[in-house]
């Protein structure tokens, strides 16, 4: 068991489900604002930003991703388009008390040192680590040794490379660790989104996994908690038209009420595991099920032989799997046809 805040991650407590803000806020704290109040609306447990120093992050002629590029355009570096995104740290703790007056979990996920002890002095319930640096050794070492819990996507990365992380991790005697399976384009297309690797990071390591969405839609992270995701991050943003690299494989506020709906249906609908009669099923079954019948009229000290039994509707009577035991009965009544037969009508 793991706990966030005042939320427990565990096979019996509810999907921790995390809106991704990321730097859908284009590097405006208003905006930000007003995505806390869509994530806290459409009932999230937590919003999750990006805390980095450009310089610290990324050279200034790096080449953008081609999903940027489609997104943003060629005519500028990953460092020019990411330096417009940035939030002060200033900026960060006015939107983390923000969440505070929302009661809803702030997260992050720091890219370099410096924003991992920002979000330290933050006193943050834990450290999301981004799918790029899950090679990053070093660094994960260092986030780790803050003893907080630490949620791992996996993007683009092997289970030898997964294994290295959890290795890093727990070296630091840190192991409140929790793997999100992820697909690291944006979209990410449904035949390479491979659900079902979730279930090889659970069987292979023994500890939590969830689920990072990339895809179009609500489908594939409802279909993951079927399979068992504890946490379910998806990118969110308040319009989809707006500039910038990620909000074209966003949602809608709409879109991720309706998704956390779902999700909490899907919850309740995957029940206990054992399989036994509902308490609403309980009159249907009556009414569904059969009985012993009398298939003509029966008269008074008669015999019973197959004959005179049929098997129908309600299931209030004798059970048909005792058809056998009536066979060679005595009538001790009258019996009409189409009676549904009680054991005290024989001897």
Excluded: W
Excluded at 96 to 117: A, H, Q
Excluded at 218 to 244: C, N, Q, W, Y
Aim: charged share 25%; net charge negative.
């Amino acid at each position: 068991m793991i706990k966030i805040g005042s939320k427990t991650i565990s096979d019996n407590s509810p999907v921790f489900i995390i809106a991704e803000a990321g730097v859908n806020h284009n590097g405006d704290i208003e905006i930000a604002k007003k995505m806390v109040d869509a994530a806290c609306e459409a009932g999230a447990d937590a919003i999750k930003f990006q805390i980095f120093k450009i310089d610290s992050l990324v050279i200034k002629n790096a080449d953008k991703a081609e999903y940027q590029k489609l997104n943003t355009g060629i005519d500028e570096t990953q460092y020019d388009m990411l330096k417009k995104l940035e939030l002060s740290y200033e900026e960060h703790f006015k939107i983390m008390e923000y969440c505070k007056e929302r009661n809803i979990v702030y997260l992050s996920t720091p890219f370099d040192y410096e924003s991992v002890d920002v979000l330290e002095d933050l006193n943050i319930p834990a450290y999301k680590i981004s799918s790029g640096d899950i090679t990053n050794l070093p660094f994960l070492k260092y986030v780790a040794s803050k003893g907080k819990p630490i949620i791992v996507s996996t993007g683009m990365s092997n289970l030898g490379e997964v294994e290295d992380a959890i290795e890093a991790i727990k070296s630091t005697g840190n192991e409140k660790i929790i793997l999100l399976h992820c697909t690291s384009n944006y979209p990410a297309e449904y035949n390479e989104v491979n659900l079902k690797a979730m279930i090889t990071l659970r069987n292979a390591f023994q500890i939590p996994v969830g689920y990072s969405d990339h895809t179009l839609g609500i489908e594939v992270p409802i279909a993951a908690v079927s399979l068992g995701a504890r946490i379910i991050e998806k990118h969110f943003t308040l319009d989809r038209t707006m500039p910038g690299p990620d909000h074209k494989a966003s949602l809608e506020p709409a879109e991720l009420k309706q998704m956390i709906i779902s999700i909490r249906n899907i919850e309740k609908a995957l029940g206990d595991g054992i399989k036994k009669c509902t308490k609403s099923e309980e009159n249907v079954k009556k009414i569904a099920r059969k009985s012993i019948v009398a298939a003509s009229y029966i008269p008074k000290g008669s015999i019973i032989d197959e004959n005179m039994l049929t098997i129908k509707r309600p299931g209030t009577g004798i059970p048909p799997k005792f058809i056998d035991y009536l066979i060679g009965k005595k009538a001790k009544i009258d019996i009409l046809k189409d009676t549904v037969l009680d054991l005290s009508m024989f001897e």
